[in-house]
């Protein structure tokens, strides 16, 4: 799980270039009414970079690393384990550990 500030610097890069963007357009537009049009547009692109930060840290916090995939395969293939009578039959043999190694 990938956690810091490498992982926030999109977010807040994002959400640094997103909101200003309704202000320039109100600075351009020569009507008069544009800087309560850039207000409302201000609060939607605050509530959209809100959402999609929330959506982005979902999605970091769900990714799984590559070990913990391998993890998982390794635990489908090996769900059910056998049974095996008492004594040196049940010893991990070496070509199971070099298995273990390789997957």
């Known amino acids: 799980m990938k956690n810091g500030p490498s992982t926030l610097i999109p977010t807040a890069f994002f959400t640094g270039s997103l909101l200003p963007l309704p202000w ?14 850039a ?9 959209l970079a809100a959402i999609i930060a929330g959506l982005r840290r979902v999605q970091i916090r769900t990714h799984k690393t590559a070990m913990q995939s391998r993890l998982l ?8 384990p056998k049974e095996c009578a008492m004594g040196p039959e049940r010893a991990v043999a070496v070509g199971q550990l070099s298995e273990l190694l390789v997957f």
Request: avoid cysteine; glycine fraction near 6%.
């Open 24 to 37: 320039l357009v109100a600075m351009v537009d020569p009507r008069s009414g544009a800087a309560s049009y």
């Open 39 to 47: 207000a409302l547009a201000v609060a939607g692109a605050t509530i």
């Open 73 to 80: 395969d390794f635990r489908r293939l090996h769900q059910k």
